[in-house]
């Protein structure tokens, strides 16, 4: 039994409803208004709301939207053509109503309503009590199959296959694999062998069976030189390195202890190009730049340059070649618009977007274009084009807010400090990418602790070390009324990540620092272990924002990563409302030239924004995300 359906507009308007029981679902709506058709996610007609299952139908030509909810519960097999029949009933018969924008009136719709939804509902209990009829032999498979086609060996097939008549091979054919190589002799003994009656005598059959046994095995060497037998018991030789050290030398080589003879001096200091980034980064930060491209102004005049030639020379259909590929006003069709989307999907896919997103992606399109009407000159190519860039806009534009600089603020008014936890899998650059951002802060104003919670990989404490060391050295004490902008909180190796995290909140707390920056250890997205600790760490501490670290170098991975770690922090929480990700930052962004679909890829799987982009390896290599830059390269050819 269906409980709701409705009719409204694209713009919001509700044109008819019908509601079966007295539960509230404008909050299931909604949500399929903002998580699906605002987000360019209408690839499948099926969303699921808590405990509704909502299917949809546009109907671009009019712009309207059929919407029906039933329980998740329920099956329901007639849903999508009782759907399809109301859509066509409905503008079938307020076509011309439709038409008019004037229009103020009620649509009567209740009866015809009614009376398609029993008509489905009788064909659906007929076609289940039916018993099911097993298909005959002339509609299966096995029929469309010959003889011929199921003897013959397509690999052998040419000239080697033609045997004169009369010469039959006794043999039979021996297939060799390339693990256990069988030998023709061994084969031929076995059949040329004398026989009595048909029959093998015992002798033979074990002889064949030893030769069976030992097939594919190299036979033993006769003797062995005794200069050999004395090399393989002496063994390899121990490497002796050149200036090798002895355990004396371990107190000068040992970084990890803070020492007086000048290496602090040493790590920290700075050269005049690093001293240069200090007041480059106060306020927001910049947008990526837009990369003009000739190629795009004139793509629209191509066509028409490329008719004019052709008319020249003669070749081709003259001047009437401008008009291929143009709809002249009628409703486009899937058909249609399909040989354009292939093109477009095989193009997104070079481009490093995964593979099942560029199909969403392009079935979207195809959803929103079917049905909709052109103008008498447009061409179906840019169409589809201009379709899909401003999908993947609404995709890659924040659907919440993210200001850390004004969030920051606030927890600093109320005397808490701002937590940002950083995660990711191994070697993205999770430390660089936390240390720009801390100079970033650093340079508004903030003091910043960094927990160093990463207590599996090795150096890894040293390394937020030097970078705590070289960002005082950049804004030091003396300049900020003697108080040390950044300071590092570390138990060593080894050691409760979450207990770490924890203990630096509150030490922030305490000496009142403003933002905390944790530091959590690389991990693969398969990594049992690691996915429950880093999800213990999240539950515990609760931190302001979470951000997922990945690589702009990667295509279906990227979906893989963002999709396990986002169902290992909603396994392991033991919440309801479990914290997932919160936003992403994209690193080695500019090392990827115009394959920017990992942005595209991470965005679509999760649903959070890009916050930050990383763009190079000093401090001011951080950037905001502008979508239209990441879509133009995106689509350039």
Not at 471 to 478: D, F, G, K, S
């Amino acid at each position: 039994m269906l409980d709701f359906f409705s009719v409204f507009s694209k713009g919001g308007i509700v044109l008819w409803c019908f509601q079966g029981t007295s539960q509230l679902f404008t909050p299931s709506v909604n949500a399929l208004i903002k998580s699906v058709i605002l987000q360019e996610r209408s690839g499948s007609n099926s969303f699921t709301h808590e405990k509704l299952v909502l299917k949809y139908k546009l109907d671009n030509e009019f712009e309207l939207v059929f919407v029906v909810a039933y329980q998740n519960i329920a099956k329901l097999s007639y849903v999508d053509k009782f759907l399809t029949d109301i859509q066509i009933e409905f503008r079938n018969r307020y076509k011309d109503v439709l038409q008019d924008k004037n229009y103020c009136g009620t649509f009567n719709f209740t009866d015809t309503f009614q009376s398609i939804l029993r008509l489905r509902e009788r064909e659906s209990e007929e076609e289940a009590r039916k018993p099911k009829q097993m298909k005959t032999f002339e509609e299966s498979n096995k029929s469309k199959k010959s003889v011929s086609s199921m003897i013959e060996n397509k690999k052998d097939t040419g000239k080697d296959n033609k045997k004169p008549k009369g010469k039959e091979n006794k043999l039979p054919k021996v297939v060799e694999t390339p693990a256990t190589p069988v030998k023709q002799s061994v084969v031929e003994d076995m059949y040329n062998t004398n026989t009595s009656n048909g029959a093998l005598d015992e002798e033979t059959i074990l002889k064949n069976r030893a030769k069976l046994f030992n097939r594919g095995k190299k036979p033993k060497a006769e003797s062995k030189s005794p200069v050999a037998e004395s090399e393989k018991k002496k063994g390899k030789a121990a490497r002796k390195w050149d200036n090798a050290g002895t355990t004396k030398d371990m107190a000068d080589l040992n970084y990890c202890q803070e020492s007086s003879n000048g290496l602090d001096e040493q790590l920290i200091a700075t050269s005049e190009a690093e001293v240069a980034l200090v007041g480059q980064m106060k306020g927001s930060l910049q947008d990526i730049e837009v990369e003009s491209s000739e190629e795009e102004e004139s793509e629209e005049e191509r066509p028409a340059a490329t008719s004019a030639k052709s008319s020249k020379s003669g070749g081709g259909y003259g001047m009437f070649s401008m008009f291929k590929n143009l709809v002249g006003s009628k409703a486009l069709t899937k058909a249609d618009v399909e040989p354009a989307l292939d093109k477009m999907r095989d193009h997104l896919i070079a481009k490093n977007v995964a593979s099942d997103i560029a199909q969403k992606l392009c079935d979207s399109v195809a959803v929103k274009l079917e049905g909709k009407v052109l103008g008498t000159f447009s061409r179906i190519t840019t169409t589809v084009k201009s379709t899909l860039q401003d999908s993947c806009v609404q995709l890659l534009a924040p659907k919440r807010r993210i200001d850390i600089l004004r969030d920051a603020m606030d927890c600093k008014i109320k005397k808490r400090p701002y937590c940002i936890t950083f995660c990711g899998v191994n070697g993205v650059g999770k430390s660089t990418n936390l240390a720009k951002i801390c100079f970033w802060l650093i340079e508004n104003g903030f003091k910043v602790l960094i927990a160093a919670c990463d207590t599996f990989r090795a150096g890894a404490v040293e390394q937020l070390r030097t970078h705590t060391r070289k960002l005082n050295a950049l804004h030091p004490a003396e300049a900020h009324g003697g108080q040390q902008m950044v300071q590092l909180y570390e138990k060593g190796y080894g050691k409760d990540a979450a207990g770490i995290a924890m203990e630096a909140i509150n030490y922030a707390r305490d000496c009142h620092i403003d933002v905390v920056l944790v530091d959590t250890a690389g991990r693969m997205q398969d990594n049992e272990p690691l996915m429950r600790a880093l999800a213990k760490l999240i539950k515990v501490n609760q931190p302001d924002l979470v951000l997922f670290v990945g690589e702009a170098l990667v295509g279906n991975e990227a979906v893989d990563q963002l999709t396990k770690f986002n169902q290992a922090l909603a396994d392991h929480s033991n919440m309801t409302d479990p914290r997932l990700i919160d936003g992403i930052i994209l690193t080695k962004f500019d090392t990827i030239d115009d394959k920017v679909g990992a942005a595209i890829s991470m965005t679509y799987t999760t649903g959070q924004p890009i916050v930050f982009v990383g763009t190079g390896q000093t401090y001011t290599d951080l950037r905001n995300l502008n979508a239209k830059a990441v879509v133009n390269s995106l689509l350039k050819a």
